[in-house]
């Protein structure tokens, strides 16, 4: 049985009247999200923003550095995950990625989409900025060592992920429309006459 902020319990109009508003706040954010999915350019700016404003405070505040590192760690695992393909080529049993020219197309898709990064981006900036308000997460820390070992925890992660690359022939990043060059176009044509 639930029972309301007074203690007594709620009725089943009350409980109904809850769930039909939540569900309703629930669909509008969903609505807003799913308009922004086209406007890439202008939620990668807000983020941009927001990281700033968290930036700005933390400076100002002078603490909540270990927020800071942890927001570090975290982005970095975002990262790594919106670099990576969905499958791992080193792990997989079905297709692998094309290595030659003249094997079958198949796109790059990425573990972690583009518009889940930058989600994750953006709630995980919001609730760091949300938790410098309050002082149980100020952890007196020094603060350069924190930032010594991120560099080098990003060197290494990185220098990783590019090894994979490179050995696996992948490029996370598609630039625009692909396009055909004409002479491999005639090429292809002039060795594959067409039929009667």
């Known amino acids: 049985m639930e029972t309301g902020p007074t203690g007594g319990a709620l009725r089943g109009n009350d409980a109904s009247a809850v769930s039909r508003w939540t569900f309703e706040i629930s669909r509008r954010y969903q609505h807003v999200l799913d308009k ?20 700005i405070r933390v ?9 800071t590192y942890g927001l570090g760690i975290y982005l970095l ?6 670099l990576s393909p969905q499958v791992d080529p080193e792990t997989q049993d079905g297709p692998f990625l094309p290595t030659r020219e ?9 573990r972690l989409p583009e518009f889940k990064f930058w989600y994750s981006i953006m709630k995980a ?3 760091g900025f949300v938790m410098t308000f309050f002082n149980v997460f ?4 020094f603060w350069p060592i924190l930032l010594f070992y991120w560099f080098t925890l990003f060197i290494l992660t990185m220098k990783r992920q590019i090894l994979h690359m490179i050995k696996y022939r992948y490029v996370p990043f598609s630039f625009g429309k692909q396009r055909y060059d004409e002479k491999k176009a005639s090429s292809k044509e002039s060795t594959n006459p067409p039929r009667d």
């Open 125 to 127: 900036f919001s609730i």
């Open 138 to 141: 100020d952890v007196p820390v």
């Open 59 to 67: 400076y100002l505040v002078q603490g909540f550095y270990i927020i």
């Open 77 to 82: 695992n975002l990262l790594m995950g919106f």
């Open 36 to 55: 922004t999915v086209p406007h890439i350019v202008s939620r990668w700016i807000g983020c941009l923003a927001l990281m700033a404003i968290y930036a």
């Open 102 to 110: 003249s094997d079958e197309f198949r796109p790059f898709v990425r």
